[in-house]
C-alpha cells in the first residue's frame, strides 16, 4: 500500500530538523565574510498523489506546464486527484517569458534568476584520478563528475531533496519498497534517452565492480525496473533516510545502459548541465554547455575551464591576477587577503563535516587501545580549531554528529586536552615515550597541514612523538587513505546515518571510523545494530537514545579523532554568482553566472 502526502510530510521534516540546525548555524559566527545566499524554505517534493505535469506558478508570467505523460499499464503514476488542489508540494512550473533573459529554471530552493552566456575558468587542485563515477574517490574527481552526470534526486543547501532525474517517488507502510517515477525526455550526452534501464544497470554495476560506494546500498536487495519511466528498490531492511543515501552519495550517477562500461574510465556521457569536451592531464578540463539538458533554463554559462595548479599559492596567486575566476577550497589563512582585493571575495558557510585523525586499530601499536586513548588526550580542540578555521568552526567529539544537531549527546565527550593522562596511558600500554608517525597532505579540501601540525606541537607533553609525513596532493588518496595507520582526512557533511553508513558501519569499504580491532568484535556488532536501528525510528526521540549510544562507543573505542567540524571556504571574483559555499560541500556549476552591474 503506497503511503499518503501526510506521511512523506512527515519523513521530509525528520531529515528537515537537521537542515534547520545546519543551515541556521551556518554563519552564526562569520561576521567577516559574505552572506551565503539565502535559505528560502522548499516545498515538499516527491509527493505521492501529485501526479506528474501538477504545477504552481510563481508569478504571472504566461506558462508552459509539461505534458501530460502517455499512460502506462504496467506502472501509472498516482492520480491527482489523491492529493487537494493548490497544495505547497506541486511541483514549480517552467516559466517561459520572453525579452533577453531567457527561460527562467524551474527550482525548489534557488529563486534568482542569472545573466547567460560568457565561459568561467576555476582554479582546481590536483586533477582528477577518474571520470568513472563508481569508483570517484577525492575531491578532484566529483569537480569533474558532477559537472556531466546526475543522481535521482540531489540536496539544496538546506538540505531539502531536489529532485533531479526522478521527478517523484512514493514508499510503503513498511519503509522498505521506494518506488520513483522517473522525468520523461532526458538525453544522454550521446543523444540515447534516459530510462529505467540505465538506473537499474548504475545500480547493479555498483555491485558487480565492487564499487566503493557499496556500503551505502547495503540496505538495498535489488532495483527492480517497473516499466521504462518507473524503478523500484527493494530493501532488506527498512529505512526513513533511504532519500539521504541517494542524494548523499555520489558514486550514485546515472549512467547508459548500451555503452561498453570501460569506456567511463576516460569519457563521460551523462545527463549533467554540461559535457566534457577536452581534457589535458595535468593542465585543465574544459566543458560546454549541455545544448539538450533537460532542466530548462540551465546553465547559464557557455562554458567551463578547470585549471588545474599545484598547491593553494597558486591557485590564490592566479585568481588574483584574475587568470582564473573562482579558487575552490580556498585555505582560512587567505581569507583577509582576498577578502581586502577590490576584485575578490570569499564565501565561507559552516558546516557538519569533519576532518579526522585516523588509527587503524589492526595495526600496530594502534592495535593497543592504550595508545589511541593516549593520542585522544593530547589532542587540543581549541587549538586546532584556532590553527585550521581561525576559532570558527565547531568543537567534535570523535564522532561524526556535531554539537547543532538534535541527536548530539551533550553527555558523551572525550576527554580534555591532558598531556599527564596521556602519559599515564602511555606508560601502562609499556612505553616511556612513544614515536608516531603522521601522514598528511596540502589537500585543498581540508587545513590538514594545520591539524597535523598541531597535534605534532602538543603531543610532546603527553610522552608522544609526532614526525609529519607530507604526501602530495595527488597520491594521498590512493596511497594514505585507508592504507597508513596515522593520517588525516576529512568528510563533507552529512546527516548522521549517511556519515555512519559511510564511515562506520561494517558493510562501508570507505569506513575509516569502523571498529575492526581484534578485541572490538562485540562493539562492531553492537553499531552496526544501532545505525540500522536508528533508521527504522520515526521519532526523534527514540533516535536520540540510538545515537546517543553511538557516540558513547565511538568516543570510548577512538578509532579515529575528530577534533571540529569544519567551513567550505571559496574565493572568488566579485562578480561570480551561484557558487557560494555549500554546507554540503557540494559544487554544481549550473547555477553559475555573471552578474552585472
Known amino acids: 500500500m503506497l503511503v499518503g502526502k501526510y506521511h512523506l510530510k512527515g519523513l521530509m521534516l525528520l531529515s528537515s530538523l537537521v537542515a534547520f540546525a545546519l543551515v541556521a548555524t551556518a554563519c552564526s559566527d562569520d561576521s567577516s565574510a559574505t552572506p551565503a545566499e539565502p535559505v528560502v524554505p522548499a516545498p515538499a517534493i516527491g509527493t505521492p498523489g501529485v501526479s506528474r505535469g501538477a504545477v504552481e506558478a510563481p508569478t504571472a508570467v504566461p506558462t508552459e506546464a509539461a505534458p501530460a505523460p502517455a499512460a502506462t499499464e504496467a506502472a501509472p503514476a498516482p492520480a491527482a486527484t489523491q492529493a487537494p488542489a493548490a497544495t505547497a508540494t506541486a511541483i514549480p512550473v517552467v516559466v517561459q517569458p520572453t525579452g533577453p533573459t531567457g527561460p527562467v529554471p524551474a527550482h525548489t530552493y534557488r529563486h534568482e534568476i542569472g545573466n547567460y552566456g560568457g565561459t568561467m575558468t576555476l582554479g582546481m587542485a590536483a586533477e582528477h584520478s577518474t571520470f568513472d563515477p563508481a569508483f570517484a574517490s577525492n575531491s578532484s574527481d566529483l569537480n569533474v563528475i558532477d559537472q556531466v552526470y546526475e543522481q535521482l534526486v540531489e540536496h539544496n543547501p538546506d538540505l531539502t531533496f531536489q529532485p533531479l532525474l526522478a521527478e517523484l517517488w512514493e514508499f510503503n507502510d513498511a519503509l522498505d519498497e521506494w518506488t520513483f517515477y522517473l522525468r520523461r525526455g532526458v538525453k544522454f550526452s550521446d543523444g540515447s534517452d534516459m530510462n529505467a534501464n540505465d538506473v537499474v544497470y548504475s545500480f547493479n554495476r555498483l555491485r558487480e565492480l565492487e564499487s566503493p560506494g557499496l556500503g551505502a546500498l547495503s540496505m538495498v536487495e535489488q532495483v527492480v525496473k517497473v516499466d521504462i519511466d518507473t524503478v523500484r528498490f527493494e530493501l532488506n531492511s527498512p529505512t526513513a533516510f533511504f532519500l539521504d543515501s541517494l542524494a548523499l552519495v555520489y558514486h550514485f550517477k546515472i549512467l547508459p545502459s548500451d ?188 587545513p590538514m597541514m594545520a591539524i597535523a601540525t ?25 596511497e594514505v587513505w585507508l592504507v597508513k595507520p596515522f593520517y588525516t582526512s576529512y568528510w563533507a557533511g552529512r546527516t548522521p546515518d549517511a556519515a555512519l553508513g559511510i564511515s562506520v558501519h561494517s558493510s562501508s569499504d570507505w569506513a575509516d571510523g569502523k571498529l575492526k580491532g581484534a578485541d572490538q568484535e562485540a562493539q562492531l556488532a553492537r553499531v552496526d545494530a544501532l545505525i540500522e536501528l536508528a533508521r527504522t525510528q520515526g521519532e526523534l526521540a527514540d533516535r536520540r537514545v540510538t545515537y546517543g549510544e553511538l557516540q558513547e562507543i565511538l568516543i570510548e573505542e577512538v578509532v579515529r579523532l575528530i577534533p571540529v567540524h569544519q567551513l567550505v571556504i571559496n574565493g572568488m571574483a566579485n562578480d561570480v554568482r551561484g557558487l557560494e559555499s555549500d554546507p554540503g560541500a557540494w559544487f554544481w556549476s549550473r547555477y553559475a553566472y555573471w552578474a552585472t552591474e
Open 259 to 446: 555503452v561498453d562500461s570501460s569506456r567511463f574510465q576516460e569519457e563521460t556521457i551523462g545527463t549533467g548541465a554540461f559535457i566534457m569536451t577536452e581534457n589535458i592531464i595535468g593542465e585543465r578540463t574544459v566543458f560546454e554547455k549541455n545544448p539538450n539538458y533537460w532542466w530548462t533554463g540551465y546553465p547559464y554559462l557557455d562554458g567551463l575551464i578547470f585549471q588545474y595548479l599545484p598547491d593553494p599559492t597558486s591557485r590564490l596567486e592566479a585568481l588574483k591576477a584574475g587568470d582564473t575566476h573562482y579558487h575552490r577550497y580556498m585555505p582560512v589563512t587567505e581569507v583577509a587577503e582576498v577578502d581586502a582585493h577590490p576584485d575578490l571575495r570569499s564565501s565561507i558557510v559552516g558546516t557538519s563535516g569533519y576532518v579526522i585523525v585516523a588509527m587503524d586499530p589492526t595495526q600496530a601499536p594502534f592495535d593497543n587501545k592504550l595508545i589511541r586513548q593516549a593520542v585522544q588526550a593530547i589532542t587540543d580542540r581549541e587549538a586546532i580549531n584556532t590553527a585550521a578555521f581561525l576559532g570558527r568552526g565547531a568543537i567534535g567529539n570523535d564522532h561524526p554528529i556535531p554539537p547543532f544537531d538534535p541527536h548530539f549527546n551533550a553527555d558523551a565527550r572525550p576527554p580534555a586536552y591532558d598531556p599527564a593522562l596521556a602519559c599515564s596511558l602511555v606508560n601502562q600500554a609499556g612505553y616511556d615515550r612513544i614515536d608516531l608517525q603522521l601522514h598528511t597532505s596540502t589537500n585543498p579540501g581540508a
Open 454 to 478: 598541531v597535534m605534532e606541537e602538543k603531543a610532546t607533553a603527553g610522552c608522544i612523538d609526532i614526525e609529519i609525513l607530507v604526501q602530495p596532493e595527488a597520491t594521498y588518496w590512493g
